[in-house]
């Protein structure tokens, strides 16, 4: 998670010159629309598998669901915001 978040950084703090603003929102913004789908699938999957009584491993993907809205919280408020 905190390579992941490094990574985040790395993309956001890049300077103008080797990477334009607005390919950077862009970028973050595929990405945070892939972490939502997967947030959204995975809680799918835990009410699947809370239904059909595998409480054990519901509870992981539960845990994975509750980590992958996190991130998808991280990735809606940017480290770095353009003054310009």
């Known amino acids: 998670m905190a390579d992941f978040r490094e990574k985040i950084k790395t993309i956001s703090s890049t ?9 950077k929102r862009l ?14 699938l995975t809680f799918f999957l835990a009410i ?9 491993l519901a509870l992981v993907v539960l845990l994975f669901f509750a980590l992958s809205t996190l991130t998808a ?10 003054s310009l």
């Open 15 to 23: 300077k103008g010159s080797s990477a334009p603003e607005t390919a």
């Open 27 to 40: 970028g973050m913004g595929c990405l945070l629309i892939v972490v939502l789908a997967v947030s959204i």
């Open 48 to 56: 699947g598998l809370f239904l059909s009584g595998n409480w054990i």
């Open 73 to 82: 919280a991280v990735l809606l408020f940017p480290q770095k915001i353009d």
